[in-house]
């Protein structure tokens, strides 16, 4: 079974420039994560999905950071412009529905801004 | 406030020892559900282990047990006989309500050294 797929693995970027990331789950995982780690500390939840619709953005700071899952399955994370701050591993997980709810991550994207 | 609090932001053990990672949680729902989780050097997370709300009996998998003390909302991670592959950062993450699809979220973590 194929893992969750991320890519870029890596970003390096000017401030207030753009970048999106891309997260493809598990499949027939119908919830999907956006966590932003920044170094040191623990992961943040920034925009979580069900199926296509967003279920929690509470922490996403929509000023700059835009995210879809147009189709259910394959997601993206922009940010627009990018600050200093912003700096961190984006990282994508994926759940299956019923059980525990463990999430599955991906390798992670590591962005820095410049 | 929903919140999972690990005191102890790094710890060394000397190998072959026992460790215990401290974990409190605070949210007032009934059902909620505790995961740990590994990060080597390497980034990737590893699921260790899961305690429901509900689930009477500690959870065990190989040598990771969670000490499950609901009364004074504490899920610690014992590690037996640790090993050097162990070093890594671990996390304490709290599932918020009953449905598999709840919001997950994470403590800010412990780093572990393990001593050769």
């Known amino acids: 079974e194929a893992g969750v797929a991320q890519s870029p693995r890596y970003k390096i970027i000017e401030k207030r420039q753009s970048v999106a990331f891309w997260c493809n789950p598990i499949s027939g995982h119908a919830t999907l994560y956006w966590y932003q780690q920044i170094l040191g500390q623990g992961p943040k939840l920034l925009i979580q999905f069900q199926n296509n619709g967003v279920v929690d953005d509470s922490q996403l700071p929509k000023d700059r950071f835009s995210a879809e899952r147009l189709k259910g399955v394959d997601s993206t994370l922009k940010i627009q412009p990018a600050k200093l701050e912003d700096s961190a591993v984006y990282l994508c997980a994926s759940s299956p529905p019923g059980g525990t709810g463990e999430l599955f991550f991906g390798e992670g994207s590591r962005l820095t801004v410049l | 406030a929903q919140k999972i609090t690990q005191t102890q932001p790094g710890m060394f053990v000397q190998e072959k020892e026992a460790v215990t990672l401290d974990c409190t949680y605070d949210?007032?729902?009934?059902?909620?559900?505790l995961f740990w989780y590994k990060q080597p050097s390497s980034g990737e997370m590893i699921f260790l282990i899961y305690q429901g709300s509900y689930d009477e009996q500690n959870a065990t998998e190989g040598r990771y047990s969670l000490n499950f003390q609901k009364a004074r909302k504490s899920a610690n991670l014992v590690i037996s006989a640790s090993q050097l592959g162990d070093s890594a950062m671990y996390f304490c993450a709290m599932r918020l309500g009953y449905s598999s699809a709840s919001k997950i979220i994470f403590g800010s973590g412990t780093r572990l050294s393990i001593r050769p």
């Open positions: 949210t007032s729902d009934q059902s909620y559900g």
